[in-house]
């Protein structure tokens, strides 16, 4: 079963303007934490923004914002004020179980912004 | 240096030959993890290291696929008998116990082809 799902595999937006991005998740772990990375055309992948799963408030981050809504099991990504540096391809992620050792991340299929001017 | 470094960045290499493909991760970091990604898709995991030992292998694909990290720091991802379907970009990302959520750090991965 897929784990991560982002539905858009493409996205536009106006400079300056606000955008969500969708993610989905399954687990069965009680414990578990949910990442956006940001990967533009040079190929590293940026961390943005994390949510733990017993984290109360949704995290925010500078322009990023993660709204959580845990019993619909979906983590999406929030990027106001858009700028032309944004366009990228964005991958949730997902780590079950509690961080530690072990934070293997289990990766969506992305999804491609465009910010136009 | 101050990232995960990877080389070589880019790898040409004809069908049925070796690859090697290595990972300097970050400094005192004792995760090191070995991901795939094939055009237009996330990041597949491949392999995880705790200290040298690979405590995770089940994202190898199949006996060509090897990796080692003698030293307990740098990685070496090891490609036999290459195949055209192994054309990917190849990620290496460390972590440590900071930070608390449990972030990794990639490197901006090896890109193979196999003609």
């Known amino acids: 079963a897929q784990k991560i799902t982002q539905t858009q595999p493409g996205m536009f937006v106006q400079e300056k303007e606000a955008v969500t991005l969708d993610c989905t998740y399954d687990?069965?772990?009680?414990?578990?934490?949910l990442f956006w990375y940001k990967q533009p055309s040079s190929g590293e992948m940026i961390f943005l923004i994390y949510?733990?799963?017993?984290?109360?408030q949704n995290a925010t981050e500078g322009r990023y914002s993660l709204n959580f809504q845990k019993a619909r099991k979906s983590a999406n990504l929030v990027i106001s004020a858009s700028q032309l540096g944004d366009s990228a391809m964005y991958f949730c992620?997902?780590?079950?179980?509690?961080?530690?050792?072990?934070?293997?991340?289990?990766f969506g299929a992305g999804t491609r912004l465009a910010v136009h001017p | 240096g101050a990232g995960v470094s990877q080389t070589p960045s880019n790898k040409v290499t004809e069908k049925g030959k070796y690859v090697e493909l290595r990972c300097d991760p970050i400094?005192?970091?004792?995760?090191l993890y070995w991901y795939r990604q094939s055009l237009g898709q996330g990041p597949e995991f491949l392999i995880y290291?705790?200290?040298?030992?690979?405590?995770?292998d089940s994202g190898l694909p199949n006996d060509r696929f090897f990796a080692v990290r003698p030293e307990g720091s740098v990685s070496t991802l090891k490609i036999q008998r290459t195949e055209r379907g192994d054309s990917a970009v190849y990620l290496c990302?460390?972590?440590?116990?900071?930070?608390?959520?449990?972030?990794?750090?990639f490197g901006e991965g090896s890109r193979l082809t196999v003609l």
């Open positions: 992620a997902m780590r079950e179980g509690p961080p530690g050792g072990y934070n293997k991340l289990i």
């Open positions: 990302a460390s972590g440590g116990v900071e930070p608390a959520s449990g972030e990794l750090f």
């Open positions: 290291f705790q200290g040298t030992g690979a405590a995770d």
């Open positions: 400094s005192g970091h004792t995760a």
């Open positions: 687990t069965s772990d009680q414990s578990y934490g």
């Open positions: 949510q733990g799963s017993y984290d109360e």
